[in-house]
């Protein structure tokens, strides 16, 4: 076994023992600070706009460090990033870990009522948004001491050296317990929770990522998630840290300018969600696009169709698709599909990661036996040690070193994961349980579908009728087509009696998770 990946059992968070790598880096700026070690001339970020080495990065971070310190942020201070997917975020998330922060990414999408509630609860020292956003920002009076700065000016500050101001070239020091970023989860059912990403969980899920992608030191990354999200802060910032790679950014998602920049940037790695290939599919170009140095093709947030899956493997031969499945909580992934396993286990979203474990149990918190139905529970080191100033969620949804998912699947005799639903998303029809993913799964399959949602719509006789939402290209399929390919495909119970189509992509919150309670009020 590579030693890099050597593993052994320690204590942490106090009394969570955990499976572990033995050698690691101690923190998300040791993750920096390696790479630029390794070639502080080698490209760390580019955008539409610019370029910049892991040398420049540093240099730029210092300044905004230097900045924030003067002004007496430290350790353990509350920085908030509400910014695009722009140099300035990186820069910012730098230099606030450079001084032991707590960085607190936000999405752009999200509500001024959201973003105060996020500022007040975590008791936040700075805020970073885009200028375009500033209308979002609180009164002063909601957020006492609460420093604002816009992106251009944080920008700005970075490239202009201040005489005034002592560059931090040397990072505070942390322990690997300590928190290093809060996310806020997606609030679907309330207001917001704040998980606590600890420096600990973050780098083990960028080893797993290293080790299950085989990934290299001279990967080539593109952001086209948020970096806001787990994914894009974990998966693609910290992790390219980890390896030395290259990460472009792109400030939004266009799949025909996605494969401008994959060709020109050599890409050879990317996380997305599985609508995203498919619109990249649809380009006419895509055919004609030399993608030959693309090999890492990791998806999440939604099973990718077989149909694409097959496209994929005649257009770009050389893509390895890798299903990963993860949450906030679980600091990104849980799972990741063995690389050239895809094909063979469409309906899997891979094998539990070196270091985590998990245990599928019914609703009396017994394990069931493989193949069979329940909640997943998942531990490991990349599972957080709970949400900030939250006992209470805290102590109902961790139990013993354990996150309870909300999920329902099943785990085989050989480890693979499958998962059938949320547990509130399940519809039951009449006392047939039906998995929502099944009928989405199924209708994303059909020509010209890119997502498709299913609900339970309450009905007097059967408790629940299965409705289901479509967006498609145009000209739009016909319900009827629709319902046809699932009747030839489903149980006739899981057969939505009811096809809704959508010219717009379907609702998602600020984490991008589709929002089905929305979608249950266009029915009413």
């Known amino acids: 076994m590579d030693p890099r990946f050597a593993l052994r059992h320690e204590i942490h968070y106090g009394s969570r023992m955990v499976r572990c ?3 690691r880096p101690g923190s998300l700026h040791a993750l920096f600070s390696a790479a630029l070690a390794r070639g502080p001339a080698r490209e760390a970020l580019s955008s539409p706009t610019e370029r910049l080495t892991y040398g420049e990065l540093d240099q730029r971070a210092a300044r905004v460090a230097g900045h924030w310190q003067a002004q007496g942020i430290g350790r353990g201070d509350r920085v908030v990033l509400m910014v695009s997917n722009r140099i300035g975020f990186v820069i910012a998330f730098l230099a606030s870990q450079r001084l032991g922060a707590v960085t607190v990414p936000v999405s752009i999408r999200e509500s001024a009522d959201g973003l105060a509630f996020i500022l007040q609860q975590c008791s936040a020292a700075v805020l970073v948004h885009d200028a375009a956003l500033a209308e979002r920002v609180p009164a002063a009076a909601a957020c006492p001491g609460l420093r604002c700065l816009p992106t251009g000016a944080l920008e700005a500050l970075s490239v202009q050296p201040d005489p005034a101001i002592t560059p931090v070239t040397q990072a505070t020091a942390v322990t690997e317990d300590d928190v290093a970023c809060l996310l806020y989860t997606s609030g679907t059912t309330g207001r917001p929770k704040g998980a606590m990403l600890t420096h600990f969980g973050i780098v083990h899920s960028c080893i797993h990522y290293q ?3 085989a990934l290299g030191d001279d990967e080539r990354s593109i952001l086209a998630v948020p970096a806001s999200h787990v994914t894009g802060l974990v998966a693609m910032i910290t992790t390219m840290w980890l390896v030395g790679g290259s990460l472009t950014l792109m400030p939004e998602f266009k799949a025909a300018t996605f494969l401008e920049v994959a060709s020109r940037e050599r890409i050879t790695h990317t996380m997305l969600v599985p609508a995203m290939y498919a619109l990249c599919l649809l380009q006419p170009q895509f055919a004609s696009t030399d993608l030959s140095s693309w090999r890492i093709g990791s998806y999440g947030g939604a099973p990718m169709p077989q149909a694409t899956i097959e496209a994929l493997a005649r257009t770009v031969p050389g893509l390895t698709l890798m299903n990963a499945y993860g949450a906030t909580e679980t600091s990104s992934p849980a799972t990741l599909m063995p690389r050239g396993e895809q094909a063979a286990h469409l309906d899997s979203v891979g094998q539990p990661l070196p270091c985590v474990d998990i ?3 019914d609703d009396e918190g017994r394990e069931v036996a493989p193949g069979e139905t329940g909640e997943l529970m998942i531990a490991g080191p990349c599972v957080v040690p709970g949400y900030w100033d939250n006992p209470q969620a805290t102590a109902r949804e961790f139990i013993g070193g354990y996150w309870k998912s909300g999920d329902l699947g099943a785990k085989d005799a050989e480890g693979y994961v499958r998962i059938f639903d949320r547990k509130k998303d399940m519809i039951n029809r009449g006392g047939y349980k039906i998995w929502s993913v099944e009928v989405e799964n ?8 890119i997502e498709a949602a299913a609900i339970g719509v309450p009905c007097p006789v059967l408790g629940e009728r299965v409705h ?10 016909d319900p009827q087509a629709l319902r046809d390919w699932c009747a030839e495909r489903l149980a006739d119970y899981k057969v939505p009696e009811v096809i809704g189509l959508r010219s717009e992509p379907l609702p998602r919150n600020a984490n991008g ?9 266009w029915t009413t």
Do not use: C, D, I, N
């Open 468 to 477: 289901a939402f479509v967006h498609s290209t145009q000209p739009a399929p």
């Open 513 to 521: 998770k589709l929002m089905k309670r929305t979608m249950r009020e």
């Open 359 to 361: 245990v599928v149990v």
């Open 21 to 23: 790598y033995a050698a």
């Open 442 to 449: 199924t209708l994303a399959a059909y020509p010209g579908v």
């Open 211 to 213: 080790q299950v992608m």
